[in-house]
């Protein structure tokens, strides 16, 4: 029989004390992805079939490129936040720490590949 409280009983087994950061940091690049989608599709979408000059003269202009830019850079921090919080979730140990590691580094290379595409055609 264990005389252990119910607080002895939850210690270590709490909050990780990032709860409310990681919520709003997700709340704030929520409301800005649902400003930077519509203006994605509408200025991205205007160029689909286009032939290269054409696009390359677009995003010669710096709203189009910004809109862009900012979307890659919006939507890859959200990307990672959502999966680090899943993968904290549903992975434990080693192979957690392994796979927040290397869902950071996807996430950062798909967009530095996705800005390093808007500053070519931005160029």
């Known amino acids: 029989m264990s005389y252990l409280t119910d607080r002895k009983r ?20 929520s409301g800005a ?7 994605f599709v509408f200025t991205f979408g205007s160029m689909l079939g286009a032939p290269y000059e054409e696009v390359t003269a677009y995003f010669n ?29 549903y992975v434990h140990g080693l192979a957690q720490k392994v796979a927040i590691i ?12 996705g800005l390093y595409a808007i500053v070519r055609l931005a160029l």
């Open 10 to 29: 939850a210690t270590g087994m709490g909050s990780a004390k990032t709860g409310t950061e990681h919520h709003w940091a997700m709340t704030v690049s």
């Open 61 to 89: 202009r710096p709203f189009p490129a910004v809109v862009a830019g900012l979307t890659i850079i919006v939507t890859f921090k959200h990307f990672a936040s959502g999966v680090q919080a899943l993968i904290e979730d």
């Open 102 to 113: 290397a869902m950071t580094c996807v996430s950062y290379a798909a967009m530095a590949v």
């Open 33 to 39: 992805l649902l400003i930077l989608i519509p203006l």
